[in-house]
């Protein structure tokens, strides 16, 4: 009779889909190893068909993609790819959302409105996924959302980190662009020291999407280096109107800080239009060569996933990456 041996050996596997391959690839070689030979192709009525080349049995499986322009198509592609890691026997199967779509729809504010973010939730797990690892949640009660593990990372030390090297830290005013943001920009101030905070009130009309009207900046910016922080820039249009209020309430500089570059619409003109000194964005979502301009500042989340990834597979802790600090 023949000898049966079990091997305990994890096997860690990175599959990316289409939407950014740039950033998985990064990923990958901060993990030193090589994605999975994916065949990914879409038929001639737009539905998306997903094989793996190698096999995937028994394989602790990270499906990164972010959730960039057409949404609705990455999404899908990669609820498609967590099912065929379902169904081919993987043995974990982690999603890794940079950008999380639809984050925004994460409560009802009328009747009759989805909460789309629990949908997504929904969906990731109905399709297979045992974890959900994403970075700067719109708001951080999404993570209840998922029936599983969530790994919410933060941008904030990275951001923190290259903003305080690059002014005067005596100066520095940290500004949240409405009063939902207060607690982010305290964290801020925590890493840099504990400069002041100030923010802007703002109001939204529901009813219209993509449009804030900023009123009084709260706080005293005179002759301050003002950082508007923000957890993404997508019309650009709160932020480039809190960027004027802030130099007509006297401060000296302004420099914005965000994780998620959504940059749609008009978002580069304003951006490339408007008085701050620099933009500082991540790379959770990708940036053709044609949104680039001349201040603008891409820093690469991929050490931070690869990081979280590693401690994952390994089953070390993965605190210290999602609670704001290094």
């Not at 901060?30 to 030979?37: A, N, S």
């Not at 508007?228 to 650009?236: K, N, Q, S, Y």
């Amino acid at each position: 009779m023949s000898e049966i041996r079990l091997t305990s050996e994890k096997k860690l596997r990175l599959f990316a889909g289409r939407g950014f391959p740039e950033l998985a690839d990064e990923v990958a070689a901060e993990l030193g190893i090589p994605l999975t030979p994916t065949s990914a192709y879409d038929f001639a009525n737009g539905e998306i068909f997903v094989r793996f080349e190698e096999s995937v049995r028994g394989c602790d499986a990270f499906v990164i993609q972010s959730h960039t322009t057409p949404v609705n198509k990455h999404i899908m592609e990669q609820l498609i790819m967590v099912d065929a890691l379902k169904r081919a026997s993987a043995k974990r199967i982690t999603v890794v959302a940079p950008f999380y779509g639809y984050a925004r729809q994460d409560k009802k504010s009328r009747g009759r409105e989805p909460i789309t973010a629990r949908l997504m939730a929904d969906l990731f797990k109905t399709a297979g996924a045992d974890r959900l690892m994403t970075v700067d949640l719109h708001t951080s009660q999404i993570q209840g959302f998922f029936d599983g593990p969530v790994d919410h990372l933060f941008a904030l030390p990275m951001l923190a980190n290259y903003v305080g090297s690059k002014v005067d830290r005596s100066r520095l005013t940290i500004v949240s662009p409405d009063s939902g943001r207060v607690r982010v920009a305290e964290r801020w101030s925590d890493l840099l020291g504990g400069c002041p905070i100030a923010f802007i009130h703002k109001t939204r009309d529901p009813r219209i999407p993509n449009e804030a009207t900023v009123g009084r900046v709260v706080g005293d910016v005179q002759g301050q280096t003002c950082v508007v922080i923000d957890d993404m820039i997508d019309t650009a249009g709160t932020i480039t109107k809190a960027v004027d209020a802030l130099f007509e309430a006297g401060a000296k500089d302004v420099i914005v800080a965000a994780t998620h570059a959504v940059f749609s619409g008009a978002a580069i003109d304003r951006l490339k239009n408007s008085r701050a000194s620099e933009v500082v964005i991540t790379n959770t979502l990708p940036v053709s060569e044609d949104q680039k301009f001349d201040n603008l500042t891409v820093l690469s989340i991929a050490p931070l996933l690869a990081r979280a990834i590693r401690e994952v597979f390994e089953d070390g802790s993965v605190t210290s990456l999602f609670d704001g600090h290094s």
